[in-house]
Structures are given as C-alpha cells and as structure tokens.
C-alpha cells in the first residue's frame, strides 16, 4: 500500500499499472456512456498523478483474507486537487478518503491492489 501511495505521489505510472491486479475493473481503462472506450489504465493513472498533491497518508488497519493469498489494508489519504477553477481555486482545499483496499498475490508472490470501498471526508 505505501508503495502504491508513493508510486502515486512520485508520478510512477508504470508501478501503479504493475502492481494493479488483472481483476481490477480499471484494467480496462474507463469508459464514455455508449461504452467506447474514452481512456486506458495507464492514462488514469498519469492524469491522476498530474492532478493530485499527495499529502499524507495513514494506515488505519491490515487484516487477512478469506485465503493466505488475499490481505485488505485501510488507509486515510489527504491530497490537495491541482489546476482547480472558480471558488475552488481560492486556495488548496485538503480532501481526504477512507479507503478499505483489497490485495491478492500474483503468481511472482507480489501483492497486487484489486479494489477497494472508499468514504470520503469532508
């Protein structure tokens, strides 16, 4: 998890893309209404890593999963939007998320975020 939030942090996209799980629904990039495709995951990601300040982050807990090979980590990350316009351009307004990740190892034995349920902070 920390690798990742560094990763994000630093703007290393090709580790985000690497130790991102083939199961994860942003394997596919994202979609437009009709369905075409409007980006990849690569793309996500370094537009994510442009846009965002990383903070801080705070890991809350680890637990295992139902297997050996499946662990769940929940973290709070602070991070400030860049490039914001109107009110919210006003000065750097800290968001935050609680995020509970799920990780499966791969066959190398890495583990590799699968997904993940945030609640966002006010």
């Not at 994860?24 to 075409?36: I, L, Y």
């Not at 890495?110 to 006010?122: F, I």
Request: with cysteine.
């Amino acid at each position: 998890m920390r690798s990742r939030y560094s990763a994000y942090s630093k703007g290393l996209v090709d580790y985000v893309c690497d130790t991102t799980h083939p199961d994860n629904p942003s394997q596919n990039g994202t979609t437009n209404p009709d369905g075409t495709p409007s980006s990849t995951l690569r793309e996500d990601v370094r537009a994510t890593c442009e846009k965002i300040t990383w903070d801080k982050l705070k890991i809350l807990s680890c637990e295992d999963g139902r297997s050996p090979d499946e662990a769940f980590v929940t973290f709070q990350t602070y991070f400030k939007t860049k490039g914001q316009i109107g009110q919210r351009a006003q000065g750097w307004h800290t968001q935050s998320f609680v995020e509970k990740s799920r990780f499966l190892k791969g066959v190398d034995g890495k583990w590799l975020y699968v997904d993940g349920e945030q609640e966002w902070k006010t």
